[in-house]
C-alpha cells in the first residue's frame, strides 16, 4: 500500500478467532509490528474473546505494538429482523480499555477495511519511526563512552 507517499508491505495472517490457531500466534504476534484484530458485532461471544487475544498479543510482544481493533459485520447488524448483537459504543470503549484504534467495517462490502489498514499503516511507521532514534540514540551514546580506536584514551607520539 502506499500510505503518505511511503510503500508499505503489509501481510496479513488470518486465524478466523479458532482456538487451535492460539498456540501458533504467540509466534506471530511475537514478529509482527502491527495487529489488527477483528471481532463480529453480531455476536457477544466474539467480542467477549477480544480481551484474551488482546493479553496473548501482549505477553507474546517485547513492546506494545499498534493495535486496531475493527467490529466486522456491520452491514449484518440489524439485518434480516436479527437484532442486538454488539454496540458501537461497546466497541469505542473497549478500544480505549486496550489502547487500540476502533474502526465498524465489513468485509462483505468493504466499509472502512481499507481506512483500518491506513490506520494501522501509520501507526506501524509511527512506532518504526521511533524504534530507530531510539536505537541510534543508545549507538551513539554508547560510541561516546568508549575511547576512540581501542587506544584507552592514551595517545601515542
Excluded at 495487529?35 to 488482546?54: A, G, I, K, P
Amino acid at each position: 500500500m502506499c500510505v503518505d507517499e511511503k510503500n508499505i508491505a503489509i501481510q496479513l495472517w488470518d486465524t478466523a478467532g479458532q482456538e487451535r490457531f492460539r498456540s501458533i500466534t504467540k509466534t506471530y504476534f511475537r514478529r509482527a509490528d502491527g495487529v489488527l484484530l477483528l471481532y463480529d458485532v453480531t455476536s457477544e461471544r466474539s467480542f467477549l474473546n477480544v480481551r484474551q487475544w488482546v493479553q496473548s498479543i501482549d505477553d507474546a510482544c517485547e513492546t506494545r505494538v499498534p493495535l486496531v481493533l475493527c467490529g466486522n459485520k456491520v452491514d449484518l447488524r440489524d439485518c434480516g429482523g436479527r437484532r442486538g448483537g454488539v454496540a458501537s459504543e461497546a466497541g469505542e470503549r473497549l478500544a480505549r480499555d486496550t489502547g487500540a484504534t476502533y474502526f465498524e467495517t465489513s468485509c462483505k462490502n468493504g466499509d472502512g477495511v481499507v481506512d483500518a489498514l491506513i490506520q494501522l499503516a501509520r501507526q506501524m511507521v509511527t512506532t518504526e519511526d521511533v524504534a530507530v532514534q531510539t536505537s541510534a540514540l543508545r549507538v551513539c551514546a554508547a560510541d561516546q563512552k568508549r575511547p576512540c580506536c581501542g587506544g584507552g584514551g592514551r595517545k601515542e607520539v
